[in-house]
């Protein structure tokens, strides 16, 4: 008989944090890469695999400025139970705890993982890694974590944070508001006691290469029109000119999701208006670019 055990799913509303791993020397170490389930530090300047498992998460300034869209997350535990032992007995076997989602960037990248926080009635509080790997533009990468324990979980909750080459950043996981409240912290750091500054982007997603253009290997551009505010905003965007139809539908379907550091003039934010050229090159020619 097998016994499911339900997590709350909850979104990382405490602040950003750092992941760290004890090793043989008692200290902790920051992780900057997980493979597998193993996490790799920095040793001498190389990334080299930890010894320890022991991990402990640190609050950090603020989030590395990118986004991840988590898709279909689930989290579970169970645990096999013998026909002779009552359900609430201690006896219960193979105890394990179930993770997927699908993760997916408008950017390639790598070093990708993803740390989960367990907190439960039975085993108090755990931190788990896995690596993630590399992410493909607009790629939904599916990945699945089952990880055996020493107990039945019991009731508790999971909290999820994603980083990227040791960072965390930002992911749909987290609510918008919060996002939000990041962004505006971060834009207001950078900006302070600032003389004069122009506009400058600053986080959003890459606009995805038009899917019924793929096949004509046709580059191109748009420019949008926009108006940015003293919080890095965008309003009212608009295609000012595009070499095809549908470059200008695809910036704008992320155009308004953009945060810029705002224009400062005598050290004060301020509303501007700007064009911004968004060019696009179909996924073959961009991979051979980076090459």
Known sequence: MLLLTGLALLGPLAAQTRLYVQEQDGNYHPVFKVSGDRPYIMDQGKLTPARGERYALRKVEEYQPLFITVHGKEAGASALIPLSTPAAGPALLNNEFHFSAKFESSYPLEDVFLVLELESSNMGRNIFAYGIGSLAAWTPKQVTVDLPLEHNLGPGQCKLHVFVGGAEVLSSDQPEAYRREQLDRMIARRIAGVPQAGPAPFFGLAPAYPAELRATGLKGEA?????????????????????????????????????????????????????????????????????
Not at 227 to 255: C, E, N
Request: aromatic share 6%; net charge positive.
């Open 223 to 291: 420019v949008v029109l926009m108006r940015i505010t003293p919080q890095g905003m965008v309003l009212d965007p608009v295609v000012k000119s595009a070499t095809h139809p549908a470059f200008g539908t695809a910036a704008l379907a992320v155009v308004p999701q953009w945060r810029f550091l705002p224009r400062v003039q005598d050290g004060r934010a301020v509303e501007t208006r700007i064009g911004l050229p968004i060019e696009f090159a179909p996924p073959a020619a961009a991979d051979a670019g980076k090459n």
